[in-house]
């Protein structure tokens, strides 16, 4: 991860947001629409020890990529993955870079990617990252079938608590 992290700095190209500690980008290889991926700058492959300073800069990061997703994506559902270690034989899981994965709700699979088992992406990242950045869309972009997943109440929860944190940066 520390290498993608790496080249994703150097070339600015689907980097959303960053600040001192902490980066958002759209993968080079997303499986959906708008897919992000977080990651805090220092590598830590456990999300549980991470220490409150840097937990401060992911947050900054993650409230401000969606407040982008809910401004210039028509306030989406979309699903939240933290992405940490194995607990299990530690000594073996240092080259793990423990990140969070925002999954809009956007696409709807259908008879390609049910009958074989392969994401399609409609969107290029390359276009996603433009549309999150973009200032003058303002809600404006309209797509089919957002509003079809709704994640748990637990989620929701989680989510404006993060959103509601005092953000670093």
């Known amino acids: 991860h ?18 001192k500690g902490a980066i958002a980008f759209t993968p080079f290889v997303s499986r959906e629409p708008f897919e992000i991926r977080v990651f805090p700058k220092k590598h830590l492959p456990y999300f549980e020890n991470t220490r409150d ?13 969606l407040k982008k997703v809910e401004k ?5 559902d979309y699903n939240f993955f933290i992405h940490t270690a194995p607990m299990r034989e530690k000594e073996q899981s240092d080259h793990y870079h423990w ?18 088992g392969m994401e399609i992406n409609v969107v290029d ?3 996603a990252v433009k549309i999150l950045k973009s ?3 303002k809600g404006k972009l309209l797509v089919a079938n957002w509003k079809m ?21």
């Open 2 to 19: 520390c290498v993608i992290i790496d080249w994703e700095k150097n070339q600015k190209k689907r980097v959303i947001f960053e600040n």
């Open 53 to 65: 300073e840097d937990i401060a800069d992911v947050v900054g990061v993650l409230q401000n990529v």
């Open 72 to 76: 210039n994506l028509s306030d989406p």
């Open 99 to 116: 990140h969070i994965e925002i999954r809009p709700k956007i696409a709807t699979p259908a008879g390609f990617e049910l009958g074989t």
């Open 125 to 127: 990242p390359d276009i």
């Open 135 to 137: 200032k003058k869309l």
């Open 149 to 169: 997943n709704c994640p748990a109440a637990e989620w929701k929860a989680a989510v404006k608590k993060i959103a509601a944190a005092k953000p670093r940066g």
